[in-house]
Each structure stands twice: as C-alpha cells, then as structure tokens.
C-alpha cells in the first residue's frame, strides 16, 4: 500500500525544459545530483542514489504543464544536442526520431521519463524498486 510509502513531490509548474526537471527531481535526491541523463535516470530509481529504500511514491504535480514543457519541441532540442555524439551506428535512428519529434510525432521525453518511472513500479519490468508514479 502507498499510504505507508515516503513521498517525494515534483512541481512541474517549477520548470520549462529538461535541465529544469532535472534540477526539481534532484533537489529530491539527497546527495545526489541527477543530471537529465535518461540512462541515469534508471540507476536513480533502482536506489542508492538519495533515493527512500524500499519504494517510494512520486507525486507528479503540474504533470500536463511538463508534458507540454518535455514534448515534442523538448524532445527534437535533446535530440540534436546528443546527435553529434551518438555512434555511428545508432545515427540513423537517432535522425529518425528527430525527424518525427520535428512533425510533432512519436514519444516525447514526458512520454520516456514516464515510461522510465513506470518500469520501477507496479507491473514494470523493475517493480522491485517500489517507485509508485503519481500524475496530478
């Protein structure tokens, strides 16, 4: 149950982009600054990274003002941020999906910060972290 599981609360009126939600979420870690990096993200959520041991609950606040702040716009400005590092094999997938976040399509990084919070809860493939996502 929830009710007995510490919660951590994000505003999602307090950012407009990434590294504003990286800050928010990391001013919940203690000792630990998370730096938007979405791989990151998995190992924060796993624990042992200023995170409650034994499951938490993240209360989303303001999560449609991020959906629209961490869409599709968002998403085509972290792509080509990361484009010039991304191996050579991986580049074509990388300009596909910059192609269809410029058009306004496919997951936004709302979509995969979400997807990400929802695989260490409840049913994910990593439900054995505890983190219980709540979107207000």
Do not use: K
């Not at 000792?31 to 034994?54: E, H, K, M």
């Not at 269809?100 to 260490?120: C, N, S, Y």
């Amino acid at each position: 149950m929830t009710h007995d599981l510490p919660v951590l609360v994000v505003d999602g009126t307090r950012f407009s982009d990434l590294d504003g939600f990286a800050r928010e979420f990391s001013r919940l870690l203690t000792g630990y600054t998370w730096s938007g990096n979405l791989d990151a993200l998995n190992d924060v959520l796993r624990g042992g990274y200023g995170t409650p041991a034994g499951g938490w609950v993240l209360r989303w606040l303001g999560s449609e003002a991020s959906r629209a702040a961490l869409g599709h716009a968002a998403t085509a400005r972290r792509l080509e941020q990361l484009l010039p590092s991304v191996d050579p094999s991986n580049r074509a997938a990388v300009e596909a999906r910059l192609a269809a976040a410029r058009r306004g399509e496919g997951p936004t990084l709302f979509d995969e910060i979400v997807a990400i919070m929802r695989e260490h809860g409840p049913g994910g493939r990593e439900a054995a972290s505890g983190v219980v996502l709540e979107l207000r």
